[in-house]
């Protein structure tokens, strides 16, 4: 993972080698989204677990399905009481969650859905974001034009002062090359992990003539099974 080379590249270059970095994650969709997004927030969160500090910072304690398959060594940040209301904690995960990164003592902030706070640079930790796709560009029908002026915005702003970019695909990469101008030194390709207890085991099939045409399968195909909507890019596949 790039997260972890990040980490390790910062350890060497601050001589700490000994030391247990703080890791700070968005985890807004690890706490409430149970799909696509959800999941990879979880495995990357999930996969760091022992081996760093991990903050949790999140406008919400999410849902209970979500937040059981989290790691337990994290700590969860949220905003103040005062601030847990409507638009006001949105302008918490926009702007005013970068008082409380530096508060924690984060050496490196990985957002992990297409944006970074505003500020995020004036914090003095290092940063990540994960690009996931741009199809508010491709298919903007989908998407309100509010919706896409946020999106827009977010995804230019978190491009554009983060120290890495991880895109999901080389499509995505090829997308920020050509729409966003990032350059390609920056982008890193982490294709999205799988759960490896779910392909670990044998599949049973009760039909005898399936077991026969996929020994006689001369190639390995991956079958990805995703939640279907209209701005899922299904027909570009």
């Known amino acids: 993972m790039v997260q ?39 495995r990357c969160i999930n996969a760091l677990a022992g081996s760093v500090q991990m903050f949790l910072f999140t ?42 990164i530096k508060q924690s003592g984060i050496d490196v902030y990985h957002g992990l859905s297409n944006e ?14 994960t690009i996931h796709d741009l199809i508010f560009i491709h298919y903007p029908h989908t998407y309100s034009l509010l919706q896409r002026h946020v999106l827009l915005r977010k995804t230019r702003h978190a491009c554009k002062v983060a120290d890495r970019v991880i895109a999901i695909s ?24 799988v759960n490896i207890p779910l392909f670990s085991t044998r599949a049973r099939f009760a039909d005898s003539r399936n077991q026969r045409t996929i020994r006689s399968a001369t190639k390995i195909y991956p079958l990805c099974r995703h939640h279907r909507a209209k701005k899922k890019p299904t027909d570009r596949a």
Not at 116 to 129: A, D, E, M, N, R
Not at 179 to 185: D, I, S
């Open 59 to 100: 406008t919400s304690k999410g849902k209970e399905d979500a937040t059981a398959q989290l790691t337990e060594h994290a700590t969860f940040i949220y905003p103040p009481h005062i601030l847990r209301f409507g638009l006001l904690r949105e302008l918490w995960r926009d702007l005013l969650i970068c008082f409380s």
């Open 170 to 193: 080389q499509q995505t990469k090829h997308d920020l090359m050509k729409l966003y101008h990032v350059p390609e030194e920056k982008i890193s390709v982490v294709y999205q992990s």
């Open 4 to 42: 972890k080379t990040m980490v390790q590249t910062y350890r060497q270059n601050k001589n700490l080698s000994s030391v247990i970095l703080h890791v700070g994650f968005d985890a807004k969709k690890a706490v409430s989204n149970l799909t696509g997004i959800g999941n990879y927030s979880r």
């Open 116 to 129: 970074l706070p505003f500020g995020i640079q004036y914090t003095g930790c290092k940063s990540i974001v």
